[in-house]
Structure formats: C-alpha cells, structure tokens
C-alpha cells in the first residue's frame, strides 16, 4: 500500500505559513535541495490544497532544467479544493469531494507513495482518518513571532501518536524530524 508523506517547513515558533516570505537559511541549501529532491524520486503524485498549489504552481509551472523541478513538473498533482476549477499546472486533478475517501483510494492503488506539502486542514482530515504515515518537519532557526491561527501547525484535534524514525541536521541548521506511524 502506498503511503502518504507529509513535508512540512516550520520555525521554532510553530510558523508554516507564508514561507516565501522566511529569512534566508545560510548554507545546507544544496542538502535540502538533494533531500527534497530524493523525496520526490520515492513519490509519484503530490497532494496539495489550493493555495499551497497555487503557490507551487506560481514557481515550478513553466520551469525545467534541474532535477526537482523537472521531477515536480511531470508527476501527478492531486489538488483538494471546491473552488479551482481549471488547473493549469500539468498532470493536475481537483478533488473537490471527500477527501478521505479519495486518499484512501490513492492509497490502495498500486504506485510509489505520495508526497503532501503543507500542514493545514487536509493533514488534519488525514490524521483525524489515520491516513498520514510520516511527517518530515523541516525545523529551520528562527523564531518568526508573526502569522494567524491558520499559519501555526498547532490546531485542535484528536490524538496521533507517531514514532522518531530520523533526525537529519543540515549545515544551515535546519533540523529535519522524520516520525513514522
């Protein structure tokens, strides 16, 4: 069965949003890049909300020439939203009905895993599902001190318990927390 892999950037501080607007990380940017990259290489669709994909989109649509985008470009996009209607980004497919049910199909079929970007309402469906089986959080060094509620990880919710699979430091200082269900 393939699994569904949550990659998230977060700040001490517990900041997921607006990460176009983060302070630069010095140095590690070429191990992050080669992580994300090896993530993308054990995945073969990408499940994304709205503005996450309207974010991506607004980046890697229209670009090539390094492994990453190349990669990003070509696989299967899985897009939960009620309000996008015609996608642009290639290979793009809007789910706009129930997401659990949906994943749960993603899931039975035969395929590589599944990379989710993002902590936001459909990482907590998935968990509220028990349909999330790993989380990379992507710590970077900084206390941002600023976002609303829908910027914060922390929600309210019911218990998930996962387990410390790995723990990777990048010369940025970037600490990246891989739990496993």
Avoid at 108 to 119: L, Q, T
Avoid at 128 to 138: A, S
Wanted: glycine share 12%.
């Amino acid at each position: 069965m393939r699994r569904i892999i949550n990659a998230t950037y977060i700040t001490l501080d517990g900041v997921i949003g607006g990460v176009e607007n983060w302070p630069a990380t010095e140095g590690g940017d070429d191990a992050g890049t080669t992580l994300q990259t090896e993530l993308l290489g054990a995945c073969d669709a990408v499940l994304l909300g709205r503005k996450t994909y309207e974010s991506f989109a607004g980046v890697w649509e229209g670009r090539s020439g390094d492994p990453y985008t190349d990669r990003i470009n070509e696989m299967r996009k899985y897009v939960v939203s009620t309000t996008l209607r015609d996608p642009t980004w290639r290979n793009t497919t809007v789910v706009a009905g129930d997401v659990a049910a949906h994943v749960e199909q993603l899931k039975s079929e035969p395929g590589k895993d599944i990379v989710h970007y993002g902590f936001g309402g459909i990482a907590h469906t998935l968990l509220d599902h028990g349909l999330l089986d790993e989380v990379r959080l992507w710590f970077h060094p900084f206390f941002l001190r600023t976002g609303s509620a829908d910027d914060l990880l922390f929600r309210q919710g019911s218990l998930a318990r996962f387990d410390l699979a790995e723990v990777r430091r990048l010369a940025s200082g970037v600490v990246i927390l891989t739990y496993r269900t």
